[in-house]
């Protein structure tokens, strides 16, 4: 099993920045592939960003990319989102999650461990 705790969201003005962190912890000794998604309000969860296991490669969603960057330190089991120019409709719950994949992989149903998800709130 592996637990992911979810950090950093709050609310930031239009134009603003914020790094999501993702903890990872429990049965880390398998290094998983590593994405984060978000749900907004009355719309289904989406992919936003996601990196292989050992960092080489990552995908982005075309709503995010070239303003989001993901990232991950391996020796701290954990995973970053940096969020650059944010916009109103990156108002979401941001979640984590963990696939056995090893591999970069977009579809939700691929991924193994979710945590419970950080606010984030673009105000305009």
């Known amino acids: 099993q592996v637990q992911l705790v979810e950090s950093g969201g709050g609310l930031v003005q239009a134009g603003g920045s914020l790094r999501l962190s993702c903890a990872a912890s429990?049965?880390?000794?398998?290094?998983?592939?590593m994405g984060w998604f978000r749900q907004a309000p009355g719309k289904e969860r989406e992919f936003v960003a996601a990196?292989?296991?050992?960092?080489?490669?990552?995908r982005y969603s075309d709503s995010v990319k070239g303003r989001f960057t993901i990232s991950r330190d391996n020796a701290k089991n954990t995973i970053y989102l940096q969020m650059n120019s944010l916009k109103p409709e990156d108002t979401a719950v941001y979640y984590c999650?963990?696939?056995?994949?090893?591999?970069?992989?977009?579809?939700?149903?691929?991924?193994?461990?979710w945590g419970q998800g950080t606010q984030v709130t673009v105000s305009s």
């Open positions: 999650a963990a696939s056995r994949s090893g591999t970069v992989v977009e579809r939700a149903t691929h991924y193994d461990y």
């Open positions: 429990g049965r880390t000794d398998t290094t998983y592939a």
């Open positions: 990196i292989s296991r050992y960092g080489a490669n990552t």
